[in-house]
């Protein structure tokens, strides 16, 4: 039997340190990390790594039911692939655990809450979009990676990895930059080996 941690973040700019510590001060021996959105399970190589890894008996602890997602169907279905390898799950904060029928119950819940909010949260980002459009100062978001760079190093050979790893981002950030480039100017280069 086993505690392994999940932590996740949505965005790189975004700190994993503080929930790393907590889930190593609550005896996590494995502890995967990821900076990718939780609102859907795409692109969320680490949590799906972890849940091919648990055994039965194992623990899969996350510090809040955000972190393992933001999707009422998508946290119930990795709590379902859990119990199929007769693992659990237990959410610190607040202290949820599946190891009862109550504790599933409760997790329920938590997730049609976090769903909700996500909800909510867009709706505001909306509102204040519309707002500054309306008002003239609406500018778009920043950009988050250098895309000549990006662009430059794919153009040179370097695989997606290199390049993720040089810019600090994920790989799925990569490989959407590039498609929507090829897409809207039909740019043709081939990236290298993915290493």
Do not use: W
């Not at 680490?46 to 602890?61: H, K, M, N, Q, S």
């Not at 999707?71 to 990795?78: A, K, Q």
């Not at 695989?159 to 950030?173: D, E, F, P, T, Y």
């Amino acid at each position: 039997m086993a505690r392994i941690g999940y932590a996740r973040v949505s965005t790189i700019d975004q700190d994993l340190d503080t929930q790393l510590a907590r889930l190593k001060a609550e005896g996590c021996g494995v502890i995967r990390s990821e900076k990718v959105s939780g609102g859907s399970r795409a692109g969320r190589s680490e949590l799906a790594t972890l849940i091919e890894f648990l055994r039965p008996g194992d623990e899969l602890v996350v510090t809040r039911l955000d972190r393992l997602g933001r999707d009422t169907r998508d946290v119930l279905n990795i709590v379902h692939e859990c119990d199929q390898r007769e693992a659990f799950v237990t959410v610190l904060d607040p202290h949820v655990t599946t190891r009862g029928e109550t504790g599933r119950i409760v997790m329920t819940v938590l997730g049609m809450v976090a769903q909700l909010e996500r909800r909510f949260i867009k709706e505001r980002q909306r509102e204040g979009i519309d707002r500054a459009k309306a008002e003239g100062v609406y500018r778009g978001g920043k950009r988050r990676i250098d895309r000549k760079q990006l662009f430059a190093m794919a153009n040179a050979g370097h695989g997606v990895a290199v390049i993720a790893k040089s810019l600090g981002c994920s790989r799925m950030h990569v490989y959407r930059v590039l498609a929507n480039e090829r897409e809207g100017q039909g740019v043709g280069s081939e990236l290298g080996p993915a290493g």
